[in-house]
């Protein structure tokens, strides 16, 4: 999501995942989602960020992404106990597009930029558990103009 642009461009549009840092491939005549607004949710508030999400579609949120059991992540309800959810901790923003339970642990449903190749299909299922990785310490989202 993009405010200081004013919206967002197609995933078409904007390009391929390139895996490292670089500068932002903001094309104004490109811009398909113009934003009007966008909303901080309550940080570490599980129930506001279920509210969000089924009242509001996707919601982007900032992880703790910064361990090796995240990168070869492939299936089941990812918990890493090393991982934190303090804001200062954050460094990989993805997507939150739902949440569940399975065998009873719940779980946020988050799509991830590393392609379909990685994870379950580009997806992990984040534990809710303490806020692991905290995916509801800083999540944010938008009003479409």
Avoid at 58 to 76: E, K, T
């Amino acid at each position: 999501m993009d405010h200081q642009h004013g919206g967002i461009a197609t995933m078409e549009s904007y390009g391929a995942y390139m895996g490292m840092n670089g500068f932002c491939h903001h094309n104004q005549s490109e811009m398909t989602a113009r934003m009007r607004s966008y909303t901080n949710v309550t940080s570490g508030d599980a129930n506001a960020l279920k509210v969000a999400l089924f009242k509001q579609g996707p919601v982007a949120v900032s992880i703790d992404a910064g361990h090796r059991s995240f990168v070869f992540y492939n299936n089941g309800v990812y918990f890493e106990p090393a991982c934190s959810n303090k804001t200062e901790d954050l460094d990989h923003a993805v997507l939150a597009v739902g949440y569940g339970a399975l065998n009873g642990e719940p779980y946020w449903l988050v799509k991830n930029s590393w392609s379909t190749y990685w994870g379950n299909d580009g997806y992990v299922l984040m534990s809710m558990k303490d806020n692991n990785c905290g995916v509801a310490t800083d999540a944010t989202y938008v009003t479409l103009a």
